[in-house]
């Protein structure tokens, strides 16, 4: 009889254990939620592991500014958790940023675009350089670095980087079937520097 009424005592024990873990856990999961609720901005690796399926979406993100066009500052780059995880926001309609965003945590609301890197695209940028008419951006005509660096390029003229947009989409197309390479930015809609 005592070891029936212990075995009942020790599992009225573990279930109140039980009941109170999950208890706690459904608390911190809807402090977590709240917390994203309220901040309201996505993390830049998170956005662009999900960029396919928030292109043209309105999207809140919140980076370190690492980088302002020198051209008027209509672009800015956001770094996420290392320089590997960067997007482009270009100002569009509000026509630039301040130059204050520079090495500060910068959130910015935007509509999230593609840009696709396809055999087309290569060919006008071959016609382009050859009638000399390619507009230059950054410092030489091999391009900004920091839109270089957040696309993953790593050729310095313009033609090695042709050549190295050539390469990986081959390899694209091999692994996906799609003969393109996605690029994603953001068109300003608002931001503020935190």
Not at 37 to 43: H, I, L, P, R
Not at 45 to 73: I, M, P
């Amino acid at each position: 009889m005592k070891t029936k009424a212990l075995s009942i005592a020790t599992t009225l024990v573990a279930l109140f254990f039980i009941g109170t873990s999950c208890s706690n856990k459904q608390k911190n999961a809807e402090n977590t939620e709240t917390t994203e609720q309220v901040s309201g901005a996505m993390e830049i690796d998170a956005l662009l592991a999900n960029a396919e399926s928030l292109t043209d979406q309105e999207v809140t993100v919140e980076g370190v500014c690492t980088h302002a066009c020198k051209h008027g500052a209509t672009k800015i780059f956001l770094m996420g958790s290392d320089d590997t995880q960067t997007i482009r926001v270009e100002a569009a309609k509000l026509g630039a940023f301040d130059t204050k965003c520079i090495n500060s945590i910068v959130r910015v609301t935007g509509i999230l675009k593609e840009q696709r890197i396809d055999e087309a695209y290569l060919q006008q940028w071959e016609a382009n350089l050859k009638a000399a008419a390619a507009e230059e951006h950054g410092e030489t005509a091999a391009g900004c670095d920091s839109e270089k660096k957040a696309r993953g390029e790593t050729a310095n003229t313009p033609e090695a980087r042709i050549a190295d947009f050539r390469t990986k989409i081959a390899q694209r197309q091999a692994e996906t079937g799609k003969p393109y390479l996605p690029f994603y930015y953001l068109e300003a809609v608002s931001y503020e520097i935190q």
